[in-house]
């Protein structure tokens, strides 16, 4: 019954996930999005009960996911459609909360390390790892990478996120304002 | 997708199958290959994986070759995605082919060229019968 349940969220976050990828690469259209230029930002948050499905399903036990998927997390879509290339590190990105207070991400290594400590399977860490917005990226013309992070604690809502990225003209940010953590 | 500007040579590339057969990139020298690292519960790759089989139909055996490369995942929960395939997929079950390759996100895919050397990367869903890549690969042929 439960292993079903499980199989059902799974399904519905991935569906939400692969109609997000469709109207990413037909323009973007997002819960949130910014643009600047030709490099857009796109982030749907995502619940705890959607990502505990998808997690267990990929061999995570309910107790170890539980921190994660409580967590204030989202899915995050980055295209660059200039002709130079970007990077960007999460390090670098945070969220400005109602009261003003500054709350950076978690990063996926931190999380990982969680999971080695947990004794969580090879392959549950792989495909926990590659679901994540990487800790770094370098996009090259045309490349669109997306991925999973949260929030090191709860933001009071609404809150800003400022998302940094570099390309050869210098340092640039994607601010997005009004955000709010999704529940169940 | 992007050209790599020092077309360095492809790293090692050497997985079992479904039926636990090794397929080796070097199997393919003189062809033109496409590699996709891809998995299953990554929305992005499963859009774009028909793409495969159809760019691959394009052009001729012998001439240009397709090898997906599962990661992290089992045969079962890829049979119950992909079924049969007129291309090789090959399973990096820990991963290591992709840290090799230097794998940023998933998907990625390359364009081997003949020499065996890596000359395109795309991060991020591509339509590889788009006709630009289309072209690309007739470009390398």
Redesign the interface.
């Known amino acids: 019954m439960q292993e079903g349940f499980v199989r059902v969220w799974s399904f519905f976050l991935?569906a939400f996930?692969?109609a997000?990828?469709?109207a990413a690469?037909d323009g973007m259209e997002m819960r949130y999005l910014v643009r600047q230029g030709s490099v857009a930002l796109g982030v749907n948050p995502l619940t705890a009960s959607a990502r505990k499905a998808?997690y267990e399903a990929?061999g995570f036990t309910a107790t170890a996911i539980r921190p994660y998927a409580e967590a204030c997390g989202f899915s995050f879509g980055m295209?660059n459609a200039t002709d130079r290339t970007i990077r960007t590190a999460l390090s670098d990105w945070h969220a400005v909360d109602a009261d003003g207070a500054r709350i950076t991400l978690t990063l996926p290594e931190a999380w990982d390390a969680q999971w080695d400590k947990a004794g969580m399977p090879?392959?549950a860490r792989?495909?926990f790892?590659?679901?994540q917005f990487?800790t770094s990226?370098?996009?090259?013309?045309?490349?669109?990478?997306?991925?999973m992070a949260t929030l090191k604690s709860v933001p009071k809502a609404p809150f800003r996120l400022v998302a940094r990225y570099q390309d050869n003209k210098g340092d640039h940010e994607l601010v997005l304002d009004k955000l709010e953590c999704a529940y169940d | 997708?992007?050209p790599l500007a020092a077309v360095p040579p492809a790293p090692t590339l050497r997985l079992k199958d479904a039926d636990d057969k090794i397929v080796e990139l070097a199997q393919y020298k003189g062809c033109v290959v496409l590699i996709n690292f891809w998995?299953t519960?990554?929305?992005?790759c499963?859009?774009e994986f028909p793409s495969l089989g159809r760019v691959r139909k394009l052009f001729k055996p012998g001439e240009f070759e397709v090898i997906a490369v599962n990661?992290?995942?089992?045969p079962d929960a890829v049979f119950s995605f992909a079924g049969i395939t007129d291309f090789p997929v090959v399973f990096d079950?820990?991963?290591k082919t992709m840290g090799a390759w230097s794998v940023?996100?998933?998907p990625t895919t390359f364009l081997v060229d003949r020499q065996g050397r890596l000359a395109y990367?795309?991060?991020?869903?591509r339509e590889f019968d788009d006709p630009e890549i289309v072209n690309l690969i007739k470009a390398m042929l």
């Open positions: 991935m996930l692969f997000w990828n469709v690469q998808f990929r295209q090879s392959a792989i495909a790892k590659w679901a990487q990226n370098v996009f090259e013309p045309g490349d669109w990478i997306m991925g | 997708m992007s998995a519960w990554c929305p992005p499963r859009k990661v992290g995942e089992d079950r820990d991963s940023r996100g998933l990367r795309a991060t991020g869903g």
